[in-house]
């Protein structure tokens, strides 16, 4: 029988809280039972979910005496403590749980479990990479089963336990942890062998029930969602009727607004397949232009795939390109975010931005009504898309 509250007498002090990742931790880990606080360079997308928590900012990660800290892989040379990967291991050992792990899809497939599991009355905890309105946050604690995302980029899925995978895809995206496909497939495939139940996305066919979000990869994330919550006790047809109204997550194809004409939509595509994904499915709704606006974060995905990114981001008709923002690598000589513009192909129109407010502000110069805007990368694209859809509000004011 589960423990209701099982970190309760816990300290945990999140030294990256305001991550994706340690702010969903951090909000399970109070919702079940433990003390918490945090630290964090600086406020992000995800710090609105910490209401409650006290949250230090800047400077260096202190933790008070007789506190536990919990350290996220981009603050591990900070302070010492035990790993964001060992503490979710931890956490999915605690309950019954559903891992989603993949290339693509990942927070929009687990999202959608979670939901489902919730509205037909199993009362679900879950830890998401990202903001589900519908779910009120990015974590959640119930007496039910847990369901979280798997990273296959630092390999710490290798290390969960759970009753049921779901691997939405494999495609070969973190060049600093696997030298191959190859070696990325036989690393999931050996984790697989110890999991009960297994769903492998790239063998359903796509969802054929109505969804409430656009586009064929989430046709493809319904189909696995729908075989993870059959074998998790729901009714077939209760999963298809709850999955149709699931709304998304925060910054997966998320329309912030049409102003002035202009459609603003925020995504936090990052590789080649789903700028593609994210692209074709903006160029379904018949925008009059369509404009990409893409912020680099990792140097080594860069060096290999700047040109695969530069063609997916030919699918725009304007393609423009940032410097690196919140660089997750150290720099590597001779590798620019400008390699990615110089692979868009003709006849795409290629702008250069050297920063996020300057994207935002060549976005806002091409743009005209009935065109939409897409901005696109992890972390901090989404700041340009708000500052995007603020100036339409101001100047649909102004007129």
């Known amino acids: 029988m589960n423990q209701p509250k099982p970190l309760g ?3 945990l002090y999140f030294v990256g809280i305001a991550g994706s990742g340690l702010s969903a931790y951090a909000n399970i880990s109070r919702a079940w039972g433990a003390e918490v606080r945090g630290w964090d360079a600086h406020e992000t997308i995800f710090s609105d979910t910490l209401e409650g928590i006290e949250v230090d900012l800047g400077g260096e990660p202190r933790p ?14 900070r302070i010492a403590g035990t790993p964001r990967a060992a503490f979710l291991a931890e956490l999915v050992a605690a309950r019954r749980s559903i891992v989603v792990t993949g290339a693509h899809g990942k927070t929009t497939t687990a999202a959608m479990i979670a939901y489902v599991l919730r509205e037909t009355g199993n009362d679900p905890s879950w830890i998401i990479g990202g903001v589900v309105p519908q779910l009120g946050g990015n974590a959640g604690a119930g007496t039910g089963w847990l369901v979280v995302e798997g990273d296959e980029s630092d390999r710490s899925v290798l290390d969960l336990r759970p009753e049921i995978a779901v691997l939405t895809n ?51 994330n319904a189909a696995a969602a729908h075989a993870a919550l059959v074998r998790a006790g729901v009714a077939p047809e209760r999963a298809e009727e709850a999955l149709g109204a699931f709304a998304g997550a925060d910054r997966r ?47 080594e995905r860069t060096r290999q795939l700047h040109q695969e990114l530069g063609e997916a981001l030919g699918l725009a008709d304007v393609a423009i390109v940032t410097d ?3 660089r997750r690598d150290p720099p590597r000589e001779g590798v620019g975010a400008r390699l990615v513009l ?12 050297p920063t996020l407010e300057d994207g935002a502000r060549l976005a806002l110069h091409v743009l005209r009504p009935g065109d939409t805007v897409v901005t696109l990368g992890v972390g901090e694209p989404w700041r340009a898309a708000r500052a995007i859809d603020e100036a339409l509000s101001d100047s649909v004011g102004e007129g």
């Open 9 to 11: 007498g816990r300290r």
């Open 64 to 77: 008070p005496d007789g506190w536990e800290a919990i350290v996220s892989t981009a603050h591990r040379d």
């Open 170 to 220: 494999v495609e070969l995206d973190h060049f600093t942890s696997y030298r191959s496909e190859t070696e990325l497939r036989d690393a999931l495939e050996s984790w697989l062998a110890g999991v009960s139940e297994v769903v492998r996305g790239d063998e359903l066919e796509p969802a054929a029930f109505p969804l409430a979000v656009p586009g064929e990869h989430n046709r493809r």
């Open 253 to 299: 194809f998320q329309v912030l607004g049409t102003r002035g004409g202009v459609t603003v939509v925020d995504d936090y595509a990052h590789n080649p397949a789903e700028l593609r994904a994210a692209l074709e499915t903006a160029r379904e709704r018949g925008p009059r232009k369509l404009v990409a606006l893409y912020v680099p974060h990792v140097v």
């Open 324 to 326: 690196f923002v919140g």
């Open 342 to 353: 110089d692979a868009v192909p003709d006849p795409t129109r290629r702008l250069w931005a």
